[in-house]
């Protein structure tokens, strides 16, 4: 039987102390987490290690998130990768919007640790009391 691993989490956002924090939130609820804080990275950092979700905020230097999200279900490599949409943008249009490009879930900023940890439960298919490791 081979040895379970933590399920890891992109954490794509610029602004690095919302993601340090958000990181080390994430790593006590039992995620691995890596970070990217632009648009390119994010995409090139998915393809090169896909994660097992990425949770993604719209505005960041590089691209948008939108693009990033458009990119990642148009690649073989990462189609299949549950994205969970973060924005403190208002646009009452913006949740259809990515859902339809393929998000799974979205999330209006500030969201906190426990509602970003349920989503993550639901894409990756994880009871509320199963450990986050597989």
């Not at 994660?51 to 905020?57: E, K, T």
């Amino acid at each position: 039987m081979k040895p379970k691993r933590k399920f890891t989490i992109l954490l794509a956002d610029d602004d690095k102390v919302q993601t340090m924090m958000l990181s080390s939130q994430l790593r006590a609820k039992g995620y691995s987490v890596a970070a990217a804080y632009d648009a390119t990275f994010t995409f090139m950092v998915a393809v090169k290690n896909p994660p097992d979700a990425v949770l993604l905020d719209i505005q960041m230097p590089g691209g948008t998130g939108r693009t990033v999200l458009e990119r990642l279900k148009a690649s073989t490599k990462t189609e299949h990768i549950p994205v969970i949409v973060l924005s403190g943008l208002t646009d009452p249009k913006l949740a259809d919007d990515v859902l339809a490009l393929g998000a799974c879930e979205f999330l209006p900023k500030p969201a906190d640790v426990d509602q970003i940890d349920a989503a993550l439960r639901r894409a990756l298919g994880l009871s509320p009391e199963e450990p986050n490791t597989h």
